[in-house]
């Protein structure tokens, strides 16, 4: 897995969907949209940025609560992508 990838999207989350006062930890492993720190709105944000960053498309029908559920999984996501 590259590291670079992980902390890029673990940065993102922490600046867009974070107070930046708040407690929580997020890792590689932390339930984003379960947990409520992702909402619908901000998957869609989260996929945009996703796109732009690495010049990719992803289809509706791939970009599911589950795939965004984790930064693994988001990283899982990519890597059919080629993004890793």
Known sequence: ????????IIDYVK???LEEDA??????TTPLI???IVDSFSM??????LEKKFNIKIPDEKATP???DSVNNIINLLKEFNVT
């Open 15 to 17: 600046k867009e969907y």
């Open 44 to 49: 869609v944000s989260l996929k945009t940025f």
């Open 23 to 28: 407690e929580q930890e997020v890792n590689e």
């Open 66 to 68: 589950e795939a965004f």
């Open 1 to 8: 897995m590259n590291q670079d990838i992980k902390n890029l």
């Open 34 to 36: 379960s947990s409520g």
